[in-house]
T-cell receptor
Framework: QQPVQSPQAVILREGEDAVINCSSS?????VHWYRQKHGEAPVFLMILLKGGEQKGHDKISASFNEKKQQSSLYLTASQLSYSGTYFC????????????FGTGTRLQVFP | GAVVSQHPSWVICKSGTSVKIECRSLDFQATTMFWYRQFPKQSLMLMAT?????????EQGVEKDKFLINHASLTLSTLTVTSAHPEDSSFYIC???????????FGPGTRLTVT
């Protein structure tokens, strides 16, 4: 069963913040975050490997709560280039050979 | 970052024919390659995982005789859609990783249209 992301869609003005959540029904080993622009392949953003881990790059950061089997992606001071569909990819604790992608969150940033 | 290519970028074929899609890791050795299918406005659905030199592992519901996967070398995997039908029309994306449990690098995808 694929992880559920919320919200399904977000509309922002440049400079606003957003949070995207990814929730799994399975125990997780890691969470990967990707952004996909229309008609293109997903682009890797970051991996979270340890429960409680938080990491970030520029104004995009993420956290991983392994007890709650969920992860959140934080987009701060959004830019037009942040527009796209965000997917979390989860590695289950007892099945770490593959990623199961979440339902996706479509983000649109307007000037 | 690592580069993964796919060929062709798009293909249109007639119902009943077979189509081969290639996935190459250009600057690293990919011990594992993954094949995904993505329908419009939907998530990526894993079809199969392939390791170099061994048979692919297919996800539940994916017909292994219809979607033939070959991972002949550490830099090349191919997906052949046999006897394609219009419902097979989709965006097929491969990814590669250099070791298990590491991040995946995605190819640009191949859009298949079956008429």
């Amino acid at each position: 069963q694929q992880p559920v992301q919320s919200p399904q869609a977000v509309i922002l003005r440049e400079g606003e913040d957003a949070v995207i959540n990814c929730s799994s029904s399975k125990a997780l080993y890691s969470v990967h975050w990707y952004r996909q622009k229309h008609g293109e392949a997903p682009v890797f953003l970051m991996i979270l490997l340890k429960g409680g881990e938080q990491k970030g790059h520029d104004k995009i950061s993420a956290s991983f709560n392994e007890k709650k089997q969920q992860s959140s992606l934080y987009l701060t001071a959004s830019q037009l280039s942040y527009s796209g569909t965000y997917f979390c990819g989860t590695e289950e604790f007892y099945n770490t050979d593959k990623l199961i992608f979440g339902t996706g969150t479509r983000l649109q940033v307007f000037p | 970052g690592a580069v993964v290519s796919q060929h062709p970028s798009w293909v249109i074929c007639k119902s009943g024919t077979s189509v081969k899609i290639e996935c190459r890791s250009l600057d690293f050795q990919a011990t594992t390659m993954f094949w995904y299918r993505q329908f419009p406005k939907q998530s990526l659905m894993l079809m199969a995982t392939s390791n170099e030199g061994s048979k692919a592992t297919y996800e539940q519901g994916v017909e292994k005789d219809k979607f033939l996967i070959n991972h002949a070398s550490l830099t090349l995997s191919t997906l052949t859609v046999t006897s394609a039908h219009p419902e097979d029309s989709s965006f097929y994306i491969c990814s590669a990783s250099s070791d298990r449990q590491s991040k995946q690098y995605f190819g640009p995808g191949t859009r298949l249209t079956v008429t």
